[in-house]
């Protein structure tokens, strides 16, 4: 890692096949230079330095080491231990001379993940068994398509994977001793050959995590000044819910960065939702574009709430309208924009506050200190924006707790939703899933919200769901 520069053309190269899922990222150190001639502490430091600079260029670090030259001793596997390395893929032949490749791990020998402990804990050997070119006696020698399926097909058998090792020289023309920066098709053609036989014989190419049943390397989750992400409470409360290949956001306009948001950070759940209730998941992706352009929380980490002055009139103001005057102002629908207002005391001029998520906040504060039931009951809540006073359709047994869970998980809003959407009315013995499904967007919106703005809304959830299709298609979990 230390004679790598500022090579952006791979680097964007780099990021975009890993975002994609296409690999993961490993380490060779910092040096490329046989560890076993370095001290503990100098194999440390150097690992750590060049995980700190890996995660400085693809905001990742990796628990993989491939060591220069494929040796390794005691004190590497002490190294990736310190250093919370996972996987060591040295030589095959190192191994032997290792602990005659006692620790090579069995992927087809669950008892090998127990036993495979090193320092207790476990350093998963996973060796190269195999490559695309051979260097020997000083020179290189290409090695046969024939030769490498075999070798594949004798590993499989003997520890269930193989590893074939790939260099960037593997596929440049050779002259004269020497790599020339021509690109040799003829090389480019045999991996592209080789990876037709593997997948006719039904050989799967996967990765070491996937071997060892380690977690996947995850990508961060993209952000940007003009294409935030969306807050949250704790990011460890996004981890099972978002996509773990996210779309990049350079360049997206704010309605088709708030779309590729919601994939992001919520299309791994939508996805696994929408097998649930059989809907394209573009359908509830669009519905909570929206909603709330797919925001749960404020950038001070509070809920995202809509204090509406109405129901609280109806709640509690319509039997003390004096003191309700004093605060609030109940906008009369269409006519006036649905543009409630509130002030500090009676002596101040009323103000807007819808949009504003500060002042949102501001005058539920008001109204929850004259009446905390009623204000808690008047407020849409999360990324589904369900109201308090429908607490009971999405099971909760109060609107306290409701607010609570709400309050502190992204997970909780979206349950809520789906329990919202799924809902039978009782008078029509329909869900507004129904209407979704059956592609009436302004019906799901007069029985989601009952806004008055159901064209609008309709139009919005048709849009968003062309969006959603086109910009996670072939996607994991798009569509």
């Not at 080491?65 to 001793?73: A, H, L, M, R, T």
């Not at 998520?357 to 504060?365: D, S």
Request: glycine share 6%; aromatic share 12%.
């Amino acid at each position: 890692m230390d004679s790598i520069g500022n090579e952006s053309k791979i680097y964007d190269k780099i990021k975009e096949g890993f975002n994609k899922g296409l690999f993961e990222l490993a380490l060779e150190g910092w040096n490329q230079t046989d560890y076993t001639n370095s001290s503990e502490q100098l194999q440390v430091k150097s690992l750590e330095m060049a995980n700190d600079k890996l995660f400085s260029i693809f905001g990742v670090k990796t628990n993989i080491f491939i060591p220069p030259e494929g040796e390794f001793n005691n004190d590497t596997v002490k190294a990736m231990d310190l250093n919370n390395f996972r996987i060591l893929s040295a030589a095959k032949w190192v191994e032997n001379i290792f602990d005659e490749g006692k620790n090579i791990f069995k992927s087809n020998d669950i008892k090998k993940i127990y036993n495979n402990r090193t320092l207790k804990n476990e350093i998963y050997h996973i060796p190269e068994t195999n490559s695309f070119t051979t260097y020997q006696n000083d020179t290189w020698i290409k090695n046969s398509i024939n030769s490498i399926i075999g070798n594949v097909t004798e590993n499989l058998n003997r520890y269930g994977y193989s590893v074939i090792s790939l260099h960037p020289q593997d596929f440049v023309k050779f002259v004269n001793n020497s790599f020339v920066n021509i690109v040799d098709e003829n090389e480019i053609k045999k991996l592209s050959d080789l990876i037709g036989i593997l997948i006719a014989k039904n050989i799967t190419i996967t990765s070491f995590s996937n071997i060892s049943d380690l977690p996947i390397q995850i990508p961060p989750l993209p952000t940007s000044k003009s294409c935030p992400a969306p807050n949250f409470k704790s990011k460890n409360d996004v981890n099972s819910i978002r996509v773990p290949y996210p779309i990049a956001i350079e360049g997206l306009d704010p309605k088709h960065c708030s779309i590729v948001q919601i994939y992001n950070n919520y299309g791994k759940y939508l996805y696994k939702k929408s097998l649930d209730y059989h809907v394209s998941p573009s359908i509830l992706a669009a519905a909570l574009y929206a909603e709330s352009r797919g925001s749960g929380f404020g950038p001070d980490g509070k809920m995202t709430i809509r204090f509406e002055s109405c129901d609280f009139y109806r709640l509690w103001g319509k039997d003390h309208k004096k003191e309700f005057d004093s605060y609030f102002y109940c906008s009369k629908g269409p006519a006036e924009n649905f543009d409630d207002k509130y002030r500090n005391s009676s002596g101040e001029q009323f103000k807007s506050y819808h949009g504003d998520h500060n002042r949102e906040w501001k005058v539920f504060q008001i109204a929850l200190g004259i009446n905390q039931n009623a204000a808690l009951n008047s407020i849409s809540m999360g990324i589904g924006q369900i109201m308090g006073f429908n607490h009971d359709k999405i099971g909760y047994n109060s609107v306290d707790q409701m607010f609570n869970n709400m309050s502190n998980s992204i997970k909780y809003q979206l349950d809520g939703f789906f329990s919202a959407i799924t809902h039978i009315n009782s008078q029509t013995n329909v869900s507004c899933l129904n209407l979704l499904k059956e592609n009436n967007y302004i019906g799901f919106a007069n029985c989601y919200n009952a806004s008055g703005q159901d064209e609008l809304y309709g139009s919005n959830i048709k849009e968003a769901i062309t969006m959603y299709k086109e910009l996670t298609h072939e996607r994991p979990y798009g569509g």
